[in-house]
């Protein structure tokens, strides 16, 4: 049994103890990355790590995560590896400068040992719109693994690395977590620094952890939160996030009403219930609760989000990152054919829409109104947890769906993030938990959703 199944807190002990040499632990995790190539969860592995396993065997770097080697999604900007957000437009892109995520868990010796794939620029739920080739679902390869963060989830579940880095801008974190059968962690909107971050939606971005249990997810978020800086964006962290409370009782939790109709499967809807029956027999209150903007949320997401992906993508023009089209002979020709040619058909869709969305005549129509119901479901989120501390439900309609099946319409891949988009928009944290198997066998998320909190 590979050591990266442990939990990390055991590993950390294991390490400094001299039971384990880092430099084992890291050749373990590049043997199971080599070995995982089917998987198409790896784009690139580090040449840094093994020296800097040696560095913690030596004593030479210390720190909560010595020796731990961990993955991060590919658009997290990194100096051992390129930067690509698996699009073409940056396949030759290496960064300047490192992400402050990335650094603060360097500085407590954490080792990154690859990069993952994912969507490319983290648009999508199933890794499909990767330029480098979908992602295969762990647990059936004929299915997805979830996205955009599906190379992270699936390296989690394929004990590649002891944790994984995502995004999670509608769901990226969650969605993938759940169809992998790992414990995926949006936090609060602004606890981590993005700086460093491909930005895909800068009002809803957020980075955290992918990992095999709560308390390891706890420990890597209390690592990397905290002010930054170098992102206006950042909160005040609180306490300690690695104290975790084992008493539900007393403990109010709503379930969302609209979360539990028409539309999510059988096994999902019976998985959820049976949660909610353990939630109550641990002694916490549990009733339903009616959010109805929540299903404004899809709608109004995909008027937003496009609409800042179409400012945020306005930097790649072919002069500034990576890709330039060779054959250009003018300016206006680096823009059109770079852009043509390094764009996927997502990345050109989202431009496009975000483009006529924002756009004189129809940016009241669409803009301004989706701006209107964001409003109208932070208040009711706010109203809700007045009187609840948690709202569960799942975290998606359904499970892992297969390769192929959704990818030629848009419309249906959007419908998969119809659980999770809303919490992007009004900020809160969120986690996905395992909770249990469909009868195919494939993993099914079970999702919290805290208010906004530092
Ligand atoms: N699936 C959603 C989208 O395509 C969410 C993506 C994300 O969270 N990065 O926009």
């Known amino acids: 049994m590979s050591d990266l199944t442990r939990p990390i807190s055991e590993l950390t002990a294991s390490i400094s103890e001299g039971r384990l040499k880092a430099v084992e632990?890291?050749?373990?995790?590049?043997?199971?990355?080599?070995?995982?190539?089917?998987?198409?969860?790896?784009?690139?592995?580090?040449?840094?790590a093994l020296d800097r396993a040696k560095q913690v065997d030596a004593g030479k770097l210390t720190g909560?995560?010595?020796?731990?080697?961990?993955?991060?999604?590919d658009n997290f900007l990194t100096f051992e590896t390129h930067t690509t957000a698996s699009s073409n437009i940056l396949k030759p892109f290496h960064a300047p400068y490192q992400s402050t995520a990335i650094d603060k868990l360097e500085a407590e010796g954490a080792i990154l040992v690859?990069?993952?794939?994912?969507?490319?620029?983290?648009?999508?739920?199933?890794?499909?719109?990767?330029?480098?080739?979908?992602?295969?679902?762990?647990?059936?390869?004929?299915?997805?693994?979830?996205?955009?963060?599906?190379g992270s989830a699936a390296a989690v579940a394929l004990g590649l690395?002891?944790?994984?880095?995502?995004?999670?801008?509608?769901?990226?974190?969650?969605?993938?977590?759940?169809f992998c059968g790992v414990v995926g962690l949006k936090p609060t909107y602004g606890l981590v620094s993005r700086n460093g971050v491909i930005a895909m939606a800068s009002s809803t971005d957020v980075i955290g952890p992918l990992t095999r249990t709560v308390e390891d997810a706890a420990l890597v978020l209390d690592i990397m939160a905290g002010r930054d800086p170098l992102d206006a964006t950042t909160i005040e962290r609180g306490d300690n996030y690695s104290h975790l409370a084992g008493d539900l009782s007393g403990l109010k939790i709503g379930i969302i009403k609209e979360y539990m109709g028409e539309g999510i499967g059988e096994d999902v809807k019976a998985n959820t219930l049976s949660i909610i029956d353990r939630l109550k027999s641990s002694g916490a209150h549990v009733e339903e609760v009616s959010l109805p903007s929540v299903e404004l949320a899809l709608a109004c997401?995909?008027?937003?989000?496009p609409a800042e992906i179409s400012s945020n993508l306005a930097r790649?023009?072919?002069?500034?990152?990576?890709?330039?089209?060779?054959?250009?002979?003018?300016?206006a020709e680096t823009y059109a054919l770079t852009r043509d040619q390094g764009f996927g058909d997502e990345a050109k869709r989202r431009i496009m829409i975000g483009t006529y969305v924002l756009s004189s005549g129809y940016y009241d129509a669409y803009y301004k109104k989706a701006q209107q119901v964001r409003t109208l479901l932070i208040q009711e989120f706010e109203k809700a947890f007045q009187k609840y501390d948690l709202l569960v439900g799942p975290t998606s309609p359904t499970t892992a769906f297969k390769l192929g099946s959704k990818s030629h319409d848009p419309i249906?891949?959007?419908?998969?993030?119809?659980?999770?988009?809303?919490?992007?928009?009004?900020?809160?944290?969120a986690i996905s938990i395992p909770s249990g198997k469909d009868s195919a066998g494939l993993p099914i998320g079970f999702q919290l959703i805290g208010p906004q909190k530092g």
Not at 124 to 142: C, I, L, Q
Not at 318 to 326: D, H, L, R, V
């Open 25 to 48: 632990l890291v050749q373990q995790s590049l043997g199971a990355i080599k070995a995982s190539g089917e998987f198409n969860a790896v784009l690139e592995v580090s040449p840094a």
């Open 64 to 73: 909560r995560l010595a020796g731990i080697p961990f993955i991060a999604k």
């Open 114 to 150: 690859a990069k993952a794939n994912l969507d490319a620029f983290a648009h999508g739920s199933s890794t499909e719109n990767s330029d480098f080739g979908p992602t295969r679902n762990p647990w059936d390869k004929d299915r997805v693994p979830g996205g955009s963060s599906g």
């Open 161 to 178: 690395a002891s944790f994984a880095l995502g995004t999670d801008t509608g769901g990226s974190i969650r969605l993938p977590a759940s």
């Open 301 to 305: 997401y995909y008027i937003i989000v």
């Open 316 to 331: 790649y023009d072919g002069i500034k990152y990576g890709f330039s089209a060779p054959e250009a002979k003018t300016l």
């Open 412 to 429: 249906s891949m959007y419908l998969t993030d119809v659980m999770t988009v809303a919490t992007n928009l009004v900020g809160n944290c």
